[in-house]
């Protein structure tokens, strides 16, 4: 995307709605099926996104995982506490480095993760089954752009090489 395409109207538009729509989205997965009285999900979207990132990259350092959730390693420190106290992650020393800390999922990590995960997904299911075929058409059609997106890490893919990402960032 050019910079002056960056800065239209239209975009500064979709970039306030889609930043609306998202977090009224994101709010109703944190707090589970209202209508149902019921979670979406034990774990919070915190907690799943480690969890997912510990499921595609397997054993990691703390340093590695908190660059990778865009966090600082303490914050990752006591998300990983809370979910090792749980059962669902485990730690271990990294056998090429004794100083260093590796994190990986448990087998009951990977359930939750599978649990939490599919709770979600029926909650979106029973939210997009409302709409009209034209709209969920609609929706459709935009999933690939916003995948694009979300591959190149948005904004920050755009202001690095941008090396592996489908959109034109570099």
Request: proline share 5%; glycine share 6%; net charge negative.
């Amino acid at each position: 995307m050019t910079e002056s395409t960056a800065d239209t109207p239209q975009v500064t538009a979709i970039a306030e709605g889609l930043h609306r729509s998202l977090s009224k989205l994101f709010s109703i997965l944190r707090r589970g099926d209202i209508s149902r009285g019921t979670p979406t999900g034990e774990l919070t979207l915190a907690q799943l996104s480690i969890l997912i990132t510990l499921l595609d990259r397997g054993p990691i350092r703390m340093t590695e995982l908190a660059a990778h959730e865009r966090v600082r390693t303490p914050t990752t420190t006591v998300a990983i506490r809370r979910l090792e106290k749980i059962g669902l992650v485990k730690r271990s020393r990294d056998p090429s480095d004794l100083r260093a800390v590796l994190v990986d999922i448990t087998p009951e990590g990977l359930a939750s993760h599978r649990e939490s995960l599919a709770n979600r997904h029926a909650a979106l299911a029973a939210m997009l089954s409302k709409l009209s075929q034209e709209d969920l058409d609609t929706l459709t059609r935009a999933l690939e752009p916003l995948e694009r997106l979300a591959t190149c890490d948005g904004v920050e893919a755009a202001a690095d090489d941008g090396a592996g990402c489908p959109l034109d960032c570099g």
